[in-house]
């Protein structure tokens, strides 16, 4: 800690992926010396990999990451997403008609979302930490010990630092969550989410497609140029698990034969421009978003299918709405860490981040099945909703974040 530290007056926040970073950025950009912002994450010390993974920034995301000075840094390599077009159909279908397209601008000349590159995204939030003084610790968070005075941090390398807050930012398998007794309901899909880059001879216009397959979705996301074949795509497959290691030991020309099968022949001749990853995918949601003088942040406080691409929009509400209540707290001379204070923060996000939960698994159970019945009521549904423009306004400001009143940050408003 600097000097100009007084002892305890620290914010440890324990992961540093895309939502912790974020945090500790927007706190240590307004608290500045009055507060120690310290990032504790093992991966700091090992070697960056290459990270093939896109994720769907949200408009009010994107907002955010301008507002923090991130967004210039990674604009170059993002691709607006100009239309959604989805379909319900079988792999083997010759033909897939379209149920429901949707215009991609929430306003003129603001498309809904872009698809960023997750490793532009961590090494443009990492040096910004640096610039403005947060500390990146590369050793984990082992333990912590909570009292009214504030929370004593036990890290790897031996030493105890005591703190006004600690975030739990370290994933699904919250490890601080688990200590902190806080229970977690969840269960598994059965499914994988198959993802890698894939190049394409034809450009696709920014055009975002999700086919309705009996096995779960699969999403072609468009990135940015680039690659062998001039044009890419983000893929997302999801497939039953049981399917996944058959899949996986295919040599390159058998998975881009499974891959075209399914991709279509609308871009063109394909080609894998990254290795094919497999991750499980399932729901969770902590029972509660806080504990004493802890905060649960990101996928340590829900984790949710990516049919909808919200899981890394829910991170940065989430983030949002965390430093906007810590900051408040703080300019009024209150404690950060205090009960009331993390209250604020629950009430926030809690309904938002259930509601979203329950949206995105009753779609996933809804259309990864091959029920005829099923599969005629639920075409008509889209076909529907495809002839109300204000329905279809509706759906589309919810994905980009800015219906209702989001926090501050969402809105490109200061803290």
Not at 72 to 77: H, L, M, N
Not at 330 to 356: N, S
Not at 384 to 411: C, W, Y
Request: charged share 20%; aromatic share 6%; with cysteine.
């Amino acid at each position: 800690m600097s000097e100009q530290t007084r002892p305890g007056e620290a914010i440890v926040i324990a992961g540093g992926g895309i939502a912790g970073l974020s945090l500790s950025l927007a706190l240590k950009q307004v608290l500045g010396r009055a507060f120690a912002v310290i990032v504790a994450d093992p991966a700091f010390a090992r070697p960056a990999r290459p990270d093939t993974r896109a994720y769907a920034v949200a408009a009010a995301a994107q907002v955010m990451l301008q507002s923090l000075g991130i967004w210039d840094k990674i604009a170059g390599d993002a691709q607006a997403m100009t239309e959604m077009v989805v379909s319900d159909s079988r792999s083997g279908d010759v033909v897939r008609p379209v149920f429901l397209t949707f215009d991609g601008e929430v306003e003129p000349g603001q498309p809904f979302a872009h698809m960023v590159g997750s490793g532009a995204l961590i090494e443009a939030l990492t040096a910004a930490c640096r610039e403005v003084g947060v500390e990146l610790r590369d050793e984990g968070v082992t333990c912590f010990d909570s009292s009214d005075a504030g929370v004593s941090v036990a890290f790897a390398g031996g030493e105890t630092l005591r703190a006004r807050l600690l975030v739990a930012a370290d994933g699904a398998r919250s490890r601080l969550r688990e200590q902190a007794g806080i229970g977690w309901v969840g269960w598994d899909y059965g499914q994988s989410g198959l993802v890698a880059t894939i190049g394409h001879e034809r450009p696709h216009g920014g055009r975002a497609v999700e086919h309705f397959l009996p096995s779960g979705p699969f999403a072609i996301l468009p990135l940015s140029d680039g690659g062998r074949l001039g044009h890419r795509s983000s893929m997302v497959w999801t497939e039953r698990s049981e399917n996944v290691p058959a899949l996986l030991s295919l040599d390159e020309e058998g998975m881009l034969a499974e891959i075209e099968r399914r991709f279509g022949l609308e871009l063109g001749e394909i080609a894998l421009e990254s290795p094919v990853s497999a991750h499980p995918l399932g729901f969770g949601v902590a029972r509660r978003f806080v504990g004493e003088r802890l905060a649960l942040l990101g996928d340590a406080a829900h984790l949710i299918h990516p049919i909808a691409g919200q899981g890394l929009n829910l991170g940065l509400k989430d983030v949002a709405a965390l430093a906007e209540v810590i900051v408040d707290a703080a300019r009024l001379g209150l404690d950060p860490g205090a009960a009331d204070v993390l209250e604020g923060y629950e009430r926030a996000r809690r309904f938002d981040t259930v509601a979203m939960g329950a949206a995105t698994d009753g779609l996933n159970r809804l259309f990864s099945n091959d029920a005829t019945p099923l599969r005629l009521a639920r075409d008509l549904g889209l076909g529907l909703v495809d002839r109300l423009p204000g329905l279809k306004r509706f759906f589309i400001r919810e994905a980009a974040g800015v219906a209702g009143a989001p926090p501050r940050l969402l809105r490109g408003e200061a803290l």
